[in-house]
Nanobody, 122 residues
């Protein structure tokens, strides 16, 4: 059974950057899909991006300033976000689902981490 743990969150000023990590126990297969979501206070959980079979996909709102990568030797997925803005403030979650089907819906992911807080100040 896969378990996930996020790290790397924190406080940053607008225009800065952060690199989040998601470490998985249980060795997800290369063909499994791992994703990042975020949830701001009072808002629904929002898809950020995902990676499967070495290809990464992004939500339009972050595509030009984000990079999702995965190091299977470390069972770790990364999210680097640049040019952070206050509207990026949220709890960022790592998620996992078996198989290669790409989905932007949180309901399609079976396993979640506890999240890591990202706070961007203006």
């Amino acid at each position: 059974q896969v378990q996930l743990e996020e790290s790397g969150g924190g406080s940053v000023q607008a225009g800065g950057w952060l690199r989040l990590s998601c470490t998985a126990s249980g060795r997800p297969a290369e063909n499994d899909t791992m994703a990042w979501f975020r949830q701001a206070p009072g808002k629904e959980r929002e898809y950020v991006g995902c990676t499967s079979r070495g290809v990464s996909y992004y939500a339009g709102s972050v595509a030009d300033r984000s990079t999702i990568s995965r190091d299977d030797s470390k069972n770790t997925m990364y999210l680097q976000m640049n040019k952070l803005q206050p509207e990026d403030t949220a709890v960022y979650y790592c998620a996992f689902r078996r198989g290669t089907e790409i989905s932007t819906s949180a309901t399609h992911f079976q396993t979640w981490g506890r999240g890591t807080q990202v706070t961007v100040s203006s």
